[in-house]
């Protein structure tokens, strides 16, 4: 699986003078480390990701819905989630993108917004 660029926009960033350096280099740093588009997964696509304190598995579903598992408090069994994107830690997200070196955003049913621990590695289920 090709976890780079977005096959939807295959032009890489372009730091923004909007945008302070540090924000920019997050940016650019997501862009190297790689990451997927949720839009760019057909319905039903599978991953792995393992962040520092966890193994998820996630199911693609239909309108940006996903099935998420692998945390014993928020999802020991699949649970449907909104997931909202990734983020460096802070209040930036980058929507619907799941990328190493981030941080996993997702939308709980009853928990609210749930942040994971820096994500790992990310790989696509056979």
């Known amino acids: 699986m090709d976890t780079g660029a977005s096959r939807t926009d295959p032009n890489l960033f372009t ?4 945008f302070s350096d540090e924000i920019n280099g997050n ?3 997501s862009e190297v480390e790689g990451g997927v588009y949720l839009k760019d997964l057909p319905k039903g696509s599978e991953l792995e990701i393992e962040t520092e304190n966890r193994a ?3 199911m693609v579903q239909a309108d940006g819905k ?7 408090q ?3 069994q699949p649970i449907l989630v909104s997931i909202h994107g990734s ?9 619907a993108y799941i990328g190493r070196g981030m941080h996993l955003e997702f939308g709980h049913p009853e928990f ?3 942040t994971t621990s820096r994500i790992r590695e990310i790989r696509a289920v056979a």
């Open 56 to 58: 998820y598995r996630i």
């Open 112 to 114: 609210r917004t749930i």
């Open 15 to 18: 730091p923004l003078g909007v």
């Open 27 to 29: 940016i650019v740093r």
């Open 66 to 72: 996903t099935l998420i598992s692998g945390h014993p």
């Open 74 to 76: 928020f999802c020991p």
């Open 87 to 95: 983020s460096w830690g802070g209040s930036m997200l980058k929507v």
